[in-house]
């Protein structure tokens, strides 16, 4: 039996969308299975504090959100902070409980509202009596330095992330004073 030019065409044609097949599978499967370099490195966040002053914050990103790194002054106070009631973690507490002793930390800078940026006002505002707050302009939420809720709409604190600090360098995304993401 003599194979036509018109078999031959079929057959190419058939190897070819094998062929191209397989490639689509792998390719598949490959992405199922092992987590994309983007996710990895956005997995942890190293910060150098060392040139962190006092009472400032340092904006970068941790998995595609905001962070804020603050460094407050070894004898800050949390007292004078009128705080609202009911607004607690998903540890049942305030964010000061976990971060006291801590004059370094990080917090997720998205407000619990509405998913808007707080901005740092190290000068205060009237309802914290000149004490340093974040404050969410869209709806008027109020935090302390520590993310808990003083005013407006926020239902929780600031989420904390899993956070190690080792000399100058805080990594976050990895156990250490804070274990998981509160």
């Not at 962190?52 to 004898?75: E, H, M, N, Y």
Request: glycine share 12%; hydrophobic share 40%; proline share 8%.
């Amino acid at each position: 039996m003599e194979a036509s030019r018109r078999d031959f065409i079929s057959i190419g044609i058939g190897a070819l969308g094998a062929v191209g097949g397989l490639g689509a599978l792998y390719a598949l499967v490959r992405v199922m299975l092992e987590p994309s370099e983007i996710a990895a490195l956005g997995a942890k966040t190293e910060v150098d504090v060392s040139k962190i002053q006092p009472l400032q914050v340092r904006v970068t990103s941790w998995k595609g959100k905001t962070l804020f790194v603050i460094r407050l002054p070894k004898d800050f106070s949390p007292e004078g902070y009128s705080l609202k009631e009911g607004a607690l973690n998903s540890k049942g507490k305030r964010n000061y409980e976990i971060l006291k002793g801590h004059d370094v930390f990080a917090l997720v800078g998205v407000c619990t509202h509405l998913g808007c940026i707080p901005l740092w006002k190290p000068q205060g505002a009237d309802v914290s009596k000149g004490k340093p707050v974040f404050h969410c302009p869209c709806h008027g939420g109020i935090y302390t330095p520590y993310g808990d809720v003083i005013t407006g709409p926020p239902p929780r604190p600031l989420f904390i992330p899993p956070q190690k600090l080792e000399g100058d360098k805080l990594t976050v995304g990895v156990e250490g004073f804070v274990k998981e993401l509160i």
